[in-house]
């Protein structure tokens, strides 16, 4: 059994944490810093980082690979398209990886930046995804580098996974993203709910994550532009119709930098 913890970084990253406690072997996802993980290790002296998997070039997310490639020689997995530090794996679309025994599908997902991708493992009983920042709880990522034309389509992809996939992304951005869900979908009362109990957690400080993919479909704006009342408030906001679903997710995404 993989167990997942959250490793906090920054103000509101998060580093996921994956232990093989039978082997006492851990991997890490997206360490932007290395602090937190080497803390970690400290306090768990017979364990060892064998893995570190990386989903985009974004200094938050590769911050620390370097530094704990150097204290652990942990193998070090990245997009082929982007410069990843300390990389030993360059990974397209369709590879594999096997990290602590669990066996992910790489999936391109371009958008947020050209080359991003994401972990995927249809492992039962709870498939996993680890996202990036291309889907967040609630939300998605801005396009730093992509278009609408390929973010979209690449939601769609991670949609279209099996409902009980735990959706692992890497901020805590989920209170913040419901208040824009419920702009677009005020009378949504799956949003409603959502917010409530997500409010509720962020009051005590405690984390909204993992979500699924299940919860994404029914709450998350970005991934129901095909919702006629979605399209309806992104017409609004844009002034004319948007007539196919790029153009709808633009402006969703353009009144979210704003919101």
């Keep these: 059994m993989i167990q997942i913890d959250a490793l906090p970084a920054f103000s509101d990253n998060y580093i996921w944490l994956l232990q093989d406690t039978a082997k006492r072997q851990c991997a890490v996802v997206d360490p932007g810093d290395a602090k937190p993980v080497l803390q970690w290790l400290q306090a768990h002296t017979d364990w060892t980082l064998t893995d570190i998997l990386i989903t985009h070039h974004h200094n938050d ?11 652990t020689g942990a193998k070090v997995y990245g997009p082929a398209n982007e410069r990843i530090p300390s990389r030993d794996v360059a990974l ?10 669990v066996t992910f599908e790489v999936l391109a997902v371009p958008g947020h930046t050209l080359g991003h991708i994401a972990y995927y493992s249809a492992k ?4 996993l995804l680890f996202s990036g920042d291309t889907l967040f709880a609630a939300g998605c990522g801005r396009m730093f580098e992509g278009t609408p034309e390929q973010m979209q389509p690449a939601l769609q992809r991670l949609a279209a996974l099996p409902e ?19 702009a677009v979908e005020p009378d949504n009362p799956h949003v409603i ?16 994550l993992p979500s ?28 004319h119709s948007n007539e196919s679903q790029p153009a709808v997710f633009a ?9």
């Design 61 to 71: 997310h590769v911050g620390g690979v370097e530094q704990l490639k150097q204290a």
């Design 92 to 101: 397209d679309d369709g590879d594999t990886v096997t990290a602590l025994g």
């Design 124 to 127: 039962t009983p709870t498939p």
């Design 212 to 239: 699924t993919i299940g919860l994404e479909r029914l709450t998350n704006p970005f991934l129901r532009t095909t919702e006629t009342s979605v399209k309806q408030k992104a017409d609004e906001w844009k002034g």
């Design 164 to 182: 009980a996939t735990a959706v692992y992304c890497a901020h805590e951005y989920t209170l913040s993203n419901l208040r824009f869900a419920k």
């Design 193 to 208: 709910q959502r917010f409530e109990a997500v409010t509720r957690l962020r009051a005590d400080n405690r984390i909204t």
């Design 251 to 259: 402006a969703l995404r353009s009144w979210k930098d704003g919101f």
